[in-house]
C-alpha cells in the first residue's frame, strides 16, 4: 500500500506563488510516476502535472506550462509542486496522486485512471 499527504495550500493573491508538497509513504519501491490534478467547483477533475518517480522527467498541462514546476525532493518521499503567476482559474482542490504503471509513458500520465493511490486534498483560492 501506498499513502500520500498533500500539505501547502492556502489563499493567495493573484499573481503571487505557492508550494503545494505531496508526502509520500509505505510501499514507495513500487511507484513509477507521480501527479498533480485539480478540481474547481462543479468542474472535472483535471490534470496539472506529472514526474517520474526518481524526478528525472516531468510532464506539463498546457494551461500551467512555464507557471508551475513538479519536482522531487531531494532525498526524500516527497513531490512538490511550486506554482507561480497564479490566477482565479488556478482555485480548486489540488489531488497528489501515485501510480504503479511503469508500462505507461509520462506523457500519457495526464489520465486519472493510471493513478493507483490519491491523497484527500488540499484547498488553493486565488483572490482577483
Known amino acids: 500500500q501506498v499513502q500520500v499527504v498533500e500539505s501547502g495550500g492556502g489563499l493567495v493573491q493573484a499573481g503571487g506563488s505557492l508550494r503545494l508538497s505531496c508526502a509520500v509513504s509505505?510501499?514507495?519501491?513500487?511507484?513509477?510516476?507521480m501527479g498533480w490534478f485539480r478540481q474547481a467547483p462543479a468542474k472535472e477533475r483535471e490534470f496539472v502535472a506529472a514526474?517520474?518517480?526518481?524526478?528525472?522527467?516531468?510532464f506539463y498541462a498546457d494551461s500551467v506550462k512555464g507557471r508551475f514546476t513538479i519536482y522531487r525532493e531531494k532525498g526524500e518521499n516527497t513531490i512538490n509542486l511550486r506554482m507561480n503567476s497564479l490566477n482565479a482559474e488556478d482555485t480548486a482542490v489540488y489531488y497528489c496522486?501515485?501510480?504503479?504503471?511503469?508500462?505507461?509513458?509520462?506523457?500519457?500520465?495526464?489520465?486519472?485512471?493510471?493513478?493507483?493511490?490519491w491523497g484527500q486534498g488540499t484547498q488553493v483560492t486565488v483572490s482577483s
Open positions: 496522486a501515485a501510480s504503479t504503471r511503469g508500462d505507461i509513458t509520462i506523457a500519457r500520465m495526464g489520465s486519472a485512471m493510471y493513478y493507483g493511490y
Open positions: 509505505g510501499r514507495t519501491v513500487s511507484i513509477y510516476r
Open positions: 514526474i517520474s518517480y526518481g524526478g528525472v522527467t516531468t
